[in-house]
């Protein structure tokens, strides 16, 4: 299916991110494969962003269609996150 072939390639496009990311954080890589594998991982992070923005509209469409349409934002249970937010000015 066509659907498929779609998250399969989102599938194996995270792989592969996660997979530069740790051959990066080794830090032993030369400079110039450096580059490559950060330029690449680039490019697979911009295609995971589409791939996910894509599957969100098909979901507040499907929501939509079945009267649903009241979506919550996501919140953390308190202490999950260990990030401080941002300044509030």
Known sequence: MAGDDKGSGFEQALAELEGLVERLEHGDLPLDEALKAFERGVALTRHCQTSLQAAQQKVE???????????????EPSGAGSAA?????
């Open 85 to 89: 937010p941002a300044s509030q000015d």
């Open 61 to 75: 469409i499907l929501l939509k269609r079945s009267g649903k349409a009241a979506l919550e934002p996501f919140e």
